[in-house]
């Protein structure tokens, strides 16, 4: 979605910096609804990316839960950026989505701690 909302906001409509163009809103949506149709069809729906990497030992309910609250806001944020935003914070969001599962694959390996991941994500989210 990221990358699609920047090459839309640099080539089909360059007002970008905050104003809304209809076919913003038809990306969204579009690439939300794609992603729940694979979901749906190929994903499951317990074992899910971020949802699904382990917290460390210490991480208590509240920390779980601040972190998941986090992320959550974070990808809303990012969807808000794609649709309104300057072609270069389109682009931005791109640190993120890209860190997640180059850092899951960290973590399976034993290269990165579940720690590191959560760390190292959330900074990429900023």
Same mark, same amino acid.
């Given at each position: 979605r990221a990358l699609i909302a920047t090459c839309a906001s640099l080539w089909f409509w360059p007002t970008g910096g905050g104003s809304? &163009?209809?076919?913003? *809103?038809?990306? %969204?949506l579009t690439t939300c609804g794609c992603a729940d149709l694979v979901t749906h069809r190929a994903g499951s729906q317990e074992q899910r990316t971020t949802n699904a990497m382990p917290y460390p030992r210490h991480a208590s309910p509240r920390d779980i839960a601040f972190a998941k609250e986090f992320y959550r806001d974070a990808q809303i944020h990012a969807t808000l950026i794609a649709a309104t935003g300057h072609p270069t914070l389109c682009f931005l969001s791109l640190l993120g989505i890209q860190a997640a599962p180059f850092l899951m !694959?960290? %973590?399976r390996k034993g290269l990165a701690t #579940? #720690? !590191? *991941? &959560?760390c190292v994500y959330s900074l990429a989210l900023l």
């Open positions: 809304i &163009h209809p076919g913003s *809103y038809l990306m %969204v !694959t960290l %973590v #579940s #720690s !590191t *991941y &959560h």
